[in-house]
């Protein structure tokens, strides 16, 4: 065999995924989680039209931004963000209920991915050292089979290289949803439910805690607040979406 041929067999080899879902694509093609077209060869969970009309916050470039004030004077965090805007009736609505209850935990990887692109850029988070997961119950994971809030943060660790941990953190009590509550019922329903279970993985570090999205923090804020009771823990907040 030629040096020629050797180089031409070699690159067939290395595109074989690459053809294989293009062809799988002719008879299955995968379509935009937003806007239903067809995704080309190069495209992941979202058409780069919609990747483009991304709603985003850019609140990871302001310091003491609306995001941020929602906890001040309740929980002490170094930053706080969100990548994208939802509100009722969006179209990237879409995208948190399919990740969150239609088993589409694709979305949180690939979103969680080009969310790490903005926060690897920002002055804000270029110390932090270890991302953690709004944790679920064991009960409420078997049953959903995965955790939304993992999906975002393998997306995130992998554009960043922070470390990802999703064991320090436990919730140790089942909850009732938190969709029809106020803020104080919110918070009353989770002041109590986190543990952290391994505090030496997390001393003297900045923990980015992450969550699909925030409405009144209840969540975070009480997992935040366990954190911080680890000597030198420092925390900062980013969620995938936030209410406009």
Same mark, same amino acid.
Request: aromatic share 10%; glycine share 6%.
């Given at each position: #065999?030629?040096?020629?041929?050797?180089?031409?067999?070699?690159?067939?080899? #290395?595109?074989?995924?690459?053809?294989?879902?293009?062809?799988?694509?002719?008879?299955?093609?995968? %379509?935009?989680?937003?806007?239903?077209?067809?995704?080309?060869?190069?495209?992941?969970? %979202?058409?780069?039209?919609?990747?483009?009309?991304?709603?985003?916050?850019?609140?990871?470039?302001?310091?003491?931004?609306? #995001?941020?004030?929602?906890?001040?004077?309740?929980?002490?965090?170094?930053?706080?963000?969100?990548?994208?805007?939802?509100?009722?009736?969006?179209?990237?609505?879409?995208? %948190?209920?399919?990740?969150?209850?239609?088993?589409?935990?694709?979305?949180?990887?690939?979103?969680?991915?080009?969310?790490? #692109?903005?926060?690897?850029?920002?002055?804000?988070?270029?110390? @932090?050292?270890?991302?953690?997961?709004?944790?679920?119950?064991?009960?409420? %994971?078997?049953?959903?089979?995965?955790?939304?809030?993992?999906?975002?943060?393998?997306?995130?660790?992998?554009?960043?290289?922070?470390?990802?941990?999703?064991?320090? @953190?436990?919730?140790?009590?089942?909850?009732?949803?938190?969709?029809?509550?106020?803020?104080?019922?919110?918070?009353?329903?989770?002041?109590?439910?986190?543990? @952290?279970?391994?505090?030496?993985?997390?001393?003297?570090?900045?923990?980015?805690?992450?969550?699909?999205?925030?409405?009144?923090?209840?969540?975070?804020?009480?997992?935040?607040?366990?954190?911080?009771? @680890?000597?030198?823990?420092?925390?900062?907040?980013?969620?995938?979406?936030?209410?406009?």
């Amino acid at each position: #065999m030629t040096n020629v041929m050797i180089f031409y067999v070699t690159l067939c080899i #290395m595109r074989l995924p690459a053809i294989i879902r293009h062809f799988i694509g002719l008879f299955y093609p995968e %379509l935009c989680e937003t806007c239903g077209i067809s995704l080309n060869v190069h495209e992941k969970v %979202l058409c780069t039209s919609c990747i483009y009309h991304l709603p985003r916050t850019n609140y990871w470039k302001e310091a003491g931004n609306p #995001m941020e004030q929602v906890f001040w004077g309740k929980v002490r965090l170094e930053h706080a963000c969100a990548f994208f805007f939802f509100s009722k009736g969006s179209r990237f609505r879409k995208l %948190l209920h399919k990740l969150k209850y239609y088993g589409k935990k694709e979305i949180g990887i690939v979103l969680g991915r080009r969310f790490g #692109m903005e926060l690897r850029e920002s002055p804000f988070y270029q110390t @932090v050292d270890t991302v953690i997961p709004i944790p679920l119950h064991p009960k409420k %994971l078997r049953k959903r089979g995965y955790n939304q809030s993992e999906q975002i943060a393998i997306g995130l660790a992998t554009t960043t290289a922070w470390e990802l941990d999703t064991k320090s @953190v436990v919730r140790k009590q089942h909850t009732e949803t938190q969709t029809r509550k106020n803020r104080m019922e919110r918070w009353e329903n989770v002041s109590e439910v986190f543990v @952290v279970r391994y505090p030496e993985l997390i001393k003297g570090k900045h923990v980015l805690l992450v969550d699909d999205v925030i409405t009144t923090g209840a969540t975070i804020e009480a997992c935040a607040a366990r954190l911080l009771e @680890v000597e030198g823990c420092r925390v900062s907040v980013a969620t995938l979406a936030c209410v406009k």
